[in-house]
C-alpha cells in the first residue's frame, strides 16, 4: 500500500497560491478557514524561497496524541483524518501541529472554536465515500475517485508533489541530481522523522 | 519556548512599547545576509534561516493567508508542549488524584470523623454570615462544575472513553467544554470575591505555628486552639483559593479567549501552568471537601446554615469562641454581627 505525503519544491515554488485556490475551490471551504498557504522566506530578497504547507500527514502525528476525544485515525494510506462528529472543537491539535493545519471556524461570540477543519489530503472523513454529508464536512474525496490532491495537481511548477512517498521522492532525487542543488525536503524531518503510528482506524472510531 | 518570559512579564508593556518597535522592524538586518555571512564562517550551519522558519516574526517572511502566526512555517514548541501534557502533567496529575483520594478514604477508614467531644448545647453561635456562605457556595458550586468537566476532558480519553465508547464520552466531552468555558469566568469572579470576604480573618497570627507544629491535632486527637479559621483553612485560603485561584484563573482567560490573538505558544504555556495548578488545586480541594463534609461533625451544617453549636466553636475555633462570646469586633461572624448577637441570646435563653 502506498504512503501518501506531500512534498514541496523549494526551488520551484512562485507563490502563486494556485495550491490554495484549487483547495479553497475544490472543498468549498468556509470563511476563515485555510487548508494550506504559502509561505515566502526573504520576500523580495536575493535568496528568496516560497513554500506551500498544509497537514503533512504525520507518521507519530501530534494531533492525534493530544485530542481529548480521540477523533483522529489514520488510513491505510498515512493520511490522518478526523471525525467532525466527535471533535469537541478544543483547539489542542492547533496547539501540538508543527504546520499549523488545524483551523477552526468561529462559532459564537469570544472566539468560541467550531469543529476543527483540515487538509484531508482530498481523502474526505469517515462518512460513506463521495456522499453529500462527506462534502459538506470534509470536501471532495479525490482519493477514492482515483485522484491526487486537487493542490499538487493544480500545481504550475510542480514544485508541490502529493502522492506515493517512493513517487514523489524519485521525481524529487531526479530533480535534484538534475539541477545540483535545493535538496532541502521541507518539513520532512518534522513530520516523517519518527516511526509510524496509529496506522489502523482505532475500532468504532467512526460513529 | 524562547519568548516565553518575555511574554508573560511583558504582557502589560507590550502595549506602550509597540508604537517603538515599527522602525526596529525596518532596521533588522535580512536573515538572507546573515546567513551568507554564517554560510562563510561555519559552512553548513543553516541556522539562521531555520530560525525564521520556526519564529516567523522576521517581516520578509510572508504570507498571503491573513491569520496568528500564518507565516510559521514550523512551530516546534507544540512537540514541547505534547510531551509535558501527555506524558508529564497526565500521567503524574493522575495518580496524585488517585493517591489523595487513597489517603483521604484510609484516614476515613482508619479515624473516621471528628465528632464532638461533649453534648451540644443546642445553643448556636453565626459563624457565616448569609453574604459569606452566598460567595463560598458561587465559589464552590463553579469550582466542582469546572473540576469534573476539567478532569472529564483530561483523563476521560483515558478512563471513560474506553467504557462509555466514542459517540457517547464525545457528548459528554462537549458538553464538559462549554460548561468548562462558560463557568470558568464565574469562578474567576467568585476567587476575587472570595478573597475579599474572607481574608481579614485568615491573616497568619501567631497562634498558627503552633496549629500547624501539633498538625492541628488531626493524628492525635488532641485539642488545639485557633481562631476563627485555623491554620490548615489558612493554608488552603492562601494557598488553594488565592494563589492558585488566581493562577487558573488567569490562565484560564488566555486559554478561553483566543479572539485576542495571542500566539500558540503563548496558549500552550497557559495551557500547561493551568493543568498543573488545577490539579494541585482540586488535590486540595478533596481535604477540604473532606474536612468540610464527612470528615468533621457539624462542619458542613456551618456552612449550609450558617450556624454552629457553642461546643463546636469551642472545640475547634477555641479562640473565636472566646472572642465572638465577649462580643468581640475583632473576628468575623460571631458577635460581629448583630444577628449573630441575637441569636446567641436567644440560645442562652433555652
Known amino acids: ?193 519518527k516511526p509510524e503510528k496509529g496506522a489502523t482506524p482505532p475500532a468504532g472510531a467512526k460513529s | 519556548m524562547r519568548f516565553g518570559l518575555k511574554q508573560w512579564l511583558g504582557a502589560g508593556l507590550a502595549a506602550l512599547v509597540l508604537g517603538l518597535t515599527a522602525p526596529v522592524i525596518a532596521a533588522d538586518t535580512s536573515s538572507a545576509q546573515e546567513q551568507a555571512a554564517r554560510q562563510q564562517a561555519q559552512p553548513g550551519n543553516n541556522s539562521p534561516v531555520w530560525r525564521d522558519v520556526r519564529g516567523g516574526d522576521n517581516p520578509y517572511q510572508t504570507t498571503q493567508v491573513r491569520g496568528v502566526e500564518t507565516a510559521v512555517l514550523v512551530q516546534t514548541e507544540g512537540e514541547t508542549w505534547r510531551q509535558l501534557r501527555n506524558r508529564v502533567v497526565t500521567v503524574y496529575g493522575g495518580w496524585l488524584l488517585v493517591l489523595m483520594a487513597l489517603v483521604i478514604g484510609a484516614f476515613y477508614y482508619w479515624k473516621g470523623p471528628i465528632k464532638l467531644h461533649e453534648q451540644p448545647t443546642g445553643r448556636k453561635l453565626l459563624r457565616f454570615a448569609y453574604w459569606e456562605r452566598t460567595v463560598h457556595w458561587g465559589a464552590a458550586i463553579s469550582f466542582v462544575l469546572l473540576a469534573i468537566t476539567g478532569v472529564i476532558i483530561m483523563f476521560g480519553k483515558h478512563v471513560l472513553l474506553p467504557i462509555i465508547g466514542y459517540t457517547l464520552f464525545s457528548l459528554i466531552a462537549q458538553l464538559s467544554k462549554l460548561v468548562h468555558n462558560f463557568v470558568g469566568p464565574v469562578f474567576a469572579v467568585c476567587t476575587v470575591l472570595m478573597f475579599l470576604t474572607y481574608v481579614k480573618d485568615n491573616l497568619p497570627k501567631a497562634h498558627d505555628l503552633q496549629w500547624l507544629a501539633k498538625g492541628g491535632g488531626l493524628l492525635s486527637g488532641s485539642h488545639v486552639p485557633s481562631g476563627r479559621f485555623n491554620a490548615g483553612e489558612k493554608a488552603w485560603f492562601w494557598m488553594g483559593v488565592t494563589g492558585l485561584g488566581v493562577v487558573v484563573s488567569i490562565t484560564g482567560f488566555v486559554l478561553n479567549f483566543p479572539n485576542f490573538e495571542q500566539g500558540r505558544e503563548l496558549m500552550q504555556q497557559a495551557n500547561v501552568i493551568h493543568a498543573i495548578a488545577a490539579l494541585l488545586f482540586v488535590t486540595m480541594s478533596l481535604g477540604h471537601i473532606y474536612m468540610g463534609t464527612v470528615g468533621v461533625e457539624g462542619a458542613y451544617d456551618s456552612m449550609r446554615t450558617g450556624y454552629v453549636d457553642e461546643i463546636w466553636a469551642k472545640e475547634h475555633h477555641e479562640y473565636w469562641y472566646r472572642d465572638a462570646v465577649a462580643g468581640d469586633n475583632k473576628s468575623g461572624g460571631g458577635a460581629a454581627n448583630p444577628a449573630a448577637a441575637s441569636a446567641m441570646k436567644e440560645g442562652w435563653k433555652q
Request: glycine share 12%; hydrophobic share 35%.
Open chain 1, 1 to 193: 500500500m502506498a504512503r501518501m505525503k506531500f512534498l514541496c519544491d523549494a526551488e520551484r515554488c512562485i507563490e502563486c497560491n494556485g495550491c490554495v485556490t484549487a483547495c479553497k475551490n475544490e472543498h468549498e471551504v468556509p470563511w476563515g478557514v485555510n487548508r494550506r498557504r504559502v509561505v515566502t522566506l526573504n520576500d523580495g530578497l536575493p535568496g528568496e524561497k516560497s513554500i506551500s504547507v498544509a497537514c503533512m500527514h504525520c507518521s507519530d502525528a501530534p494531533c492525534m496524541a493530544v485530542c481529548p476525544v480521540d477523533c483522529f485515525y489514520k488510513t491505510s494510506e498515512g493520511v490522518v483524518l478526523h471525525d467532525k462528529d466527535l471533535c469537541i472543537g478544543c483547539g489542542y491539535c492547533f496547539y501540538a501541529c508543527p504546520f499549523g493545519a488545524p483551523q477552526f471556524p468561529q462559532d459564537g461570540a469570544f472566539g468560541l472554536r467550531g469543529k476543527m477543519d483540515k487538509c484531508t489530503f482530498c481523502a474526505g472523513g469517515p462518512e460513506q465515500d463521495q456522499s453529500a454529508a462527506e462534502f459538506k464536512k470534509y470536501g471532495r474525496n479525490r482519493l477514492s475517485e482515483g485522484k491526487l490532491p486537487a493542490c499538487a495537481e493544480m500545481c504550475s511548477t510542480k514544485a508541490l508533489l502529493g502522492g506515493d512517498a517512493d513517487v514523489i521522492a524519485d521525481i524529487y532525487r531526479t530533480r535534484v541530481l538534475k539541477r545540483g542543488k535545493g535538496s532541502e525536503v521541507w518539513g520532512w524531518g518534522t513530520a516523517y522523522g
